[in-house]
T-cell receptor
Framework: AQTVTQSQPEMSVQEAETVTLSCTYD???????LFWYKQPPSRQMILVIRQEAYKQQNATENRFSVNFQKAAKSFSLKISDSQLGDAAMYFC????????????FGAGTRLTVKP | GAGVSQSPSNKVTEKGKDVELRCDPISGHTALYWYRQSLGQGLEFLIYFQGNSAPDKSGLPSDRFSAERTGGSVSTLTIQRTQQEDSAVYLCASSLAGGLFEAFFGQGTRLTVV
């Protein structure tokens, strides 16, 4: 099965500043989907942003954007103008349509936002 | 229902007992996932259902774990002869059909084995 690696267990950012969370993955497939999910202390997982591998254009959702480097198998998340409510665990996920559509997650990055 | 519903929300059980965790996905969602999350850790994949069938059971930690899904809807995850290392939050998610469709998660069941 594909593996997803998040090399930063914890990150910290000052309110209003920008932070980038890293994610790499291992795959031999060309068609797949990538996601970033946020898990606040409430434990409820929330989709932040998604990217189709065949699209070269990086996905953007308001203050959240990704840097998708397909050749490098890298999918980082940039949070601009960080807010206190952004504090959470962030999980990178990989989904393979050709491998039964199962979805695998990285170990997560705990983001702290300092006022 | 409006979202993915999991029950119970919390379960304390004695070592050696069997437990059954339930997931009620969003109506019409054909894909259903089970994950295990230990305290402060990532999501460990357990099993994935497409409809009633589970193409990938490779994530189940041992033969004490089993899961089924009936009618393409409700799923149950059963843990037999629970051990203390089974203590974790068990999360269920559902989506329309995988792919780019968003997976919606339940609130999870926190299992504590004493």
């Amino acid at each position: 099965a594909q593996t997803v690696t998040q090399s930063q267990p914890e990150m910290s950012v000052q309110e209003a500043e920008t932070v980038t969370l890293s994610c790499t993955y291992d795959t031999s497939e060309s068609d797949y989907y990538l996601f970033w999910y946020k898990q606040p202390p409430s434990r409820q997982m929330i989709l932040v942003i998604r990217q189709e591998a065949y699209k070269q254009q990086n996905a953007t959702e308001n203050r959240f954007s990704v840097n998708f480097q397909k050749a490098a198998k890298s999918f980082s998340l940039k949070i601009s103008d960080s807010q206190l409510g952004d504090a959470a665990m962030y999980f990178c996920a990989y989904l393979s349509p050709s491998f039964n559509n199962d979805m695998r997650f990285g170990a997560g990055t705990r983001l702290t936002v300092k006022p | 229902g409006a979202g993915v519903s999991q029950s119970p929300s919390n379960k304390v059980t004695e070592k050696g007992k069997d437990v059954e965790l339930r997931c009620d996905p969003i109506s019409g969602h054909t894909a259903l996932y089970w994950y295990r999350q230990s305290l402060g850790q990532g999501l460990e994949f357990l099993i994935y259902f497409q409809g009633n069938s589970a193409p990938d059971k490779s994530g189940l930690p041992s033969d004490r774990f089993s899961a089924e899904r009936t009618g393409g809807s409700v799923s149950t995850l059963t843990i037999q002869r629970t051990q203390q290392e089974d203590s974790a939050v068990y999360l269920c998610a559902s989506s329309l059909a995988g792919g780019l469709f968003e997976a919606f998660f339940g609130q999870g069941t926190r299992l504590t084995v004493v």
